[in-house]
């Protein structure tokens, strides 16, 4: 079955640490991951796409940076949080249709 | 860009009140998607409708597609405390694989 891992579950980081969100999925064979972000009052982001390892797109240009080491892994970095990063990051893959597969999210908060 | 506004934004009702919550657009949308959230997960998708005027039904929960496919309903039965959680529209829109709306946040109260 169709399952995804995120991990952490719950982060506390200080403003200007460094960030390292992982993303691994089980059983698909579609290889298009995605990161949204949703943030009090702003509904779901993306924030990356990717369609391979090491193809990743940036829908939004932010301190955020994506990379696919590996097919079945998604990460999302920064080398240095802001305030404004706050939020619960879900990571996902298409369905049959085009919707989207969502994992159980890591809840960032930066202070 | 295609934008998604849902309303209301936020419902609290009894146990046993029926319920409506919409999701428009000034565009066309080729399908629509309804996901629920409940607090610290992920969406789970509901329902995708994809015929104008097209109406599905998930147990108490009906969803219908506009005829001009700009909007899409979700009408809930007899809401239980189940129930509560965001709601979520959904739609594919140019070269993004989907643009969400922001919510409605229902809660059922016993």
């Known amino acids: 079955s169709q399952t995804i891992h995120q991990w952490p579950v719950t982060l506390v980081q200080p403003v200007g640490s460094p960030l390292s969100l992982e993303c691994t999925v089980e059983?698909?064979?579609?290889?298009?991951l995605y990161w949204y972000r949703q943030a009090a009052g702003r509904g779901l982001q993306l924030l990356f796409y990717?369609?391979?390892?090491?193809?990743i797109s940036s829908e939004v240009p932010q301190n955020l940076s994506a990379s696919r080491p590996q097919d079945r892994q998604f990460i999302l970095s920064s080398k240095k949080l802001l305030l404004s990063d706050s939020g619960f990051y879900l990571c996902?893959?298409?369905?049959?249709?085009?919707?989207?597969?969502f994992g159980p999210g890591t809840r960032l908060t930066v202070l | 860009t295609q934008l998604l506004e849902q309303s209301p934004q936020f419902l609290s009702i009894q146990e046993g009140e029926n319920l409506t919550v919409y999701c428009n657009s000034s565009s066309v949308f080729s399908s629509l998607q309804w996901y629920r959230q409940e607090p610290g997960e992920g969406p789970v998708l509901l329902v995708t409708v994809v015929t104008g005027g097209e109406v599905k039904k998930l147990k108490r929960l009906t969803f219908q597609f506009g005829d001009a496919r700009k909007d899409s309903s979700l009408h809930i039965t007899a809401a239980q405390p189940g129930d509560t959680g965001l709601y979520l529209c959904?739609?594919?829109?140019?070269?993004?694989?989907?643009?969400f709306g922001k919510g409605t946040r229902l809660s059922v109260i016993a």
């Open positions: 990717s369609v391979g390892i090491g193809q």
């Open positions: 959904a739609g594919p829109s140019g070269n993004t694989p989907l643009v």
């Open positions: 059983g698909t064979s579609n290889p298009n």
């Open positions: 996902a893959y298409p369905l049959a249709a085009g919707e989207q597969f």
